[in-house]
């Protein structure tokens, strides 16, 4: 595919670690962007809220600066990166101190304008 049929969007300061978000941001890949905007609406988990609103840049990119058409489009690609970690402190029994780790994660997501689905994941 060529690059002027692909759009995207990223947010570089998502509070949740990379693992977590790599979970929920795989089930997404591969889908056309109707079907993946209502699997992240009736998710359970509190992050699928930052994932859509993620993924509505990256529509609206498409939409907007490239005039693609948004009924043909589907999720290409979601990387998921470490980001910056805030270290916290806990006070424990006898002076000592154990520490907390707060990691932020990087997502970007790649959109693209197709005729057909793709056979793989679903």
Request: charged content about 30%; proline content about 2%.
């Amino acid at each position: 595919m060529s690059d002027n049929l692909t759009a995207f969007a990223k947010d570089n300061m998502v509070r949740i670690s990379p693992i977590k978000l790599s979970n929920i941001v795989n089930s997404i890949v591969n889908m056309k962007v109707s079907s993946a905007i209502n699997q992240l609406q009736f998710s359970h988990k509190r992050i699928s809220k930052n994932i859509l609103k993620i993924l509505n840049a990256a529509i609206a990119n498409a939409e907007n600066n490239k005039q693609l058409d948004i009924d043909k489009l589907f999720v290409k690609e979601a990387f998921v990166g470490k980001s910056l970690r805030m270290k916290r402190w806990r006070p424990r029994a006898k002076g000592r101190a154990a520490s907390i780790i707060k990691p932020f994660s990087k997502l970007t997501i790649v959109v693209e304008e197709r005729t057909k689905e793709k056979k793989g994941k679903k």
